[in-house]
């Protein structure tokens, strides 16, 4: 069975780390439903449904062989015109971050676009979107765990690359973890 963090590999074909990258999704955008990766097998599992009256703004999803300061995947946000399923790889575009303080730790979100997508593919930074759409997505996070009384604190968006960065961190963190044997489900 394939792990879909340890055995995805992150580089999308002929297009250059850490710019371009594959995604495995883990929620469809307009989801109320928190599926998160079972770190040990490397299925989904349904983590909960979420408590305010909100839905995810974009598909969410995570880069494989990467390890966040949190000790999980990178998460990335993934726009495009259509839901994309859970545990679909897709391949994806950094065009900003978005950083979070969640629960005491630092907690980034790669922006990005769905490379095949018309509409979006053709975006390559935060400028080239609507503003309405961050204020969205700026939203979201701020209440979506809102009556689970945890605070969330959100930042503003930051450039393409200050994302490179963070995901060229992660990959360098995760090669490490991964060379010391400290990686849960391999």
Not at 19 to 42: Q, T
Not at 85 to 111: F, L, N, S, W, Y
Request: net charge negative; aromatic share 8%.
């Amino acid at each position: 069975m394939i792990h879909a963090w340890h055995d995805v590999t992150p580089g999308a074909e002929e297009l250059p780390l850490p710019s371009h990258f594959r995604a495995v999704i883990e929620i469809p955008k307009g989801s109320s439903n928190k599926y998160e990766l079972d770190k040990g097998s490397g299925l989904l599992k349904l983590d909960r449904v979420l408590s305010s009256a909100v839905y995810y703004p974009a598909n969410y999803g995570f880069i494989p062989q990467t390890l966040a300061e949190d000790d999980d995947p990178l998460d990335v946000l993934v726009y495009c015109t259509e839901e994309i399923p859970p545990m679909t790889i897709c391949e994806a575009r950094a065009v900003g971050m978005m950083t979070m303080i969640d629960q005491g730790q630092p907690d980034h979100k790669i922006i990005a676009v769905l490379v095949q997508d018309p509409i979006y593919g053709e975006r390559h930074k935060v400028e080239d979107f609507p503003g309405h759409i961050f204020k969205m997505l700026r939203r979201f996070f701020e209440d979506y765990k809102t009556l689970e009384d945890k605070e969330v604190e959100v930042d503003e968006m930051k450039s393409a690359e200050e994302a490179h960065r963070i995901i060229n961190e992660c990959l360098e963190r995760y090669e490490k973890a991964r060379r010391m044997g400290k990686m849960k489900g391999l």
